[in-house]
T-cell receptor, first 110, second 116 residues
């Protein structure tokens, strides 16, 4: 079973920041937080990951709380092409398969 | 970056026939490949894990004789749906570790299988 909890759906106005929350209260010390997204009828796409520090890349920022029990993915300027299902996944650094929860369906509205 | 090429993108087959789906790692060696299935409006469900040169490991409830997985080389893994039935219609996706430690996995683009 997935170890994360996410809202089922969210809307965001185009050009605004999209903040997607994720709860992972049972995360263990060696587990990372990963975010993937899946645009309709495509394979999942890696977005970002982190252990305990906040992270930023060209796609998004990841804010992890100090106790690591929750995190927020931030898309700073959402576009229509960011409409997708976003999955928050916790896993260790080994080659274990990703376990997907239900994710958050983000709809970016013009 | 690392790319997994998955073919075909979509396929329609008659009930009772078999369908083969291929996943190739284009610029890295995939010693492990994960196969997922996704039904409409649902999340990805892990079906099996294949390792190059050894038998695949199937998740509970997945019929190994129906979903044949072959991982004969470091760049190719195949999933064959044998004697397909309409209930096997789904979106099938492969995924491989990119070999860069914590940097996650690469996914194929998926195969939409429709059995009529």
């Amino acid at each position: 079973d997935a170890k994360t909890t996410q809202p089922t759906s969210m809307d965001c106005a185009e050009g605004r920041a999209a903040n997607l929350p994720c709860n992972h209260s049972t995360i263990s010390g060696n587990e990372y937080v990963y975010w993937y997204r899946q645009i309709h009828s495509q394979g999942p796409q890696y977005i970002i990951h982190g252990l305990k520090n906040n992270e930023t890349n060209e796609m998004a920022s990841l804010i992890i709380t100090e106790d690591r029990k929750s995190s927020t993915l931030i898309l700073p300027h959402a576009t229509l092409r960011d409409t997708a299902v976003y999955y928050c996944i916790v896993r260790d650094s080994g080659n274990t398969p990703l376990v997907f929860g239900k994710g958050t369906r983000l709809s970016v509205i013009a | 970056g690392a790319v997994v090429s998955q073919h075909p993108s979509w396929v329609i087959c008659k009930s009772g026939t078999s369908v083969k789906i291929e996943c190739r790692s284009l610029d890295f060696q995939a010693t492990t490949m994960f196969w997922y299935r996704q039904f409409p409006k649902q999340s990805l469900m892990l079906m099996a894990t294949s390792n190059e040169g050894s038998k695949a490991t199937y998740e509970q409830g997945v019929e190994k004789d129906k979903f044949l997985i072959n991982h004969a080389s470091l760049t190719l893994s195949t999933l064959t749906v044998t004697s397909a039935h309409p209930e096997d219609s789904s979106f099938y996706i492969c995924s491989a570790p990119t070999g860069t430690g914590v940097y996650g996995y690469t996914f194929g683009s998926g195969t939409r299988l429709t059995v009529v």
